[in-house]
């Protein structure tokens, strides 16, 4: 099955930056410009937690609770990616970070979104 691939996980310390990015794999059969993209985590033991979505042309974000004013979501169609810049990472954080596509209406629920990526591990310690 065609899969999005993410990268820019890796360690950082508490109050430190990292910057994920989301693409389709090289021989898609879509353009990622012509759906919303959700970014997800899964933290050890834990289910899929919607982190933030946005739409296809940009126009439209949410954030879960636990990274707003943190976190920031962004599009660039002509390079077919989207990224999180990720900013004050707490050690809560620290999970395999996955993206995945998805149509309307847009929500943050897992279940929802297809094409889903292999992650990509952020940790956050000290």
């Known amino acids: 099955q065609v899969q999005l691939v993410e990268s820019g996980g890796g360690l950082v310390q508490p109050g430190g930056s990292l910057r994920l990015s989301c693409a389709a794999s090289?021989?898609?059969?879509?353009?990622?410009?012509?759906?919303?993209v959700g970014w997800f985590r899964q933290a050890p033991g834990k289910e899929h937690e919607g982190v933030s979505y946005?739409?296809?042309?940009?126009?439209?974000?949410d954030y879960a609770d636990a990274v707003k004013g943190r976190f920031n979501i962004s599009r660039d169609n002509a390079k077919k990616t989207v990224d999180l810049q990720m900013n004050n990472l707490r050690p809560a954080d620290t999970a395999v970070y996955y993206c995945a596509r998805t149509l309307p209406p847009l929500t943050l629920k897992p279940e929802e979104y297809g094409f889903w990526g292999q992650g990509t591990q952020v940790t956050v310690t000290l």
């Open positions: 946005i739409s296809s042309s940009g126009d439209s974000t």
């Open positions: 090289e021989f898609t059969g879509f353009s990622l410009a012509n759906y919303a």
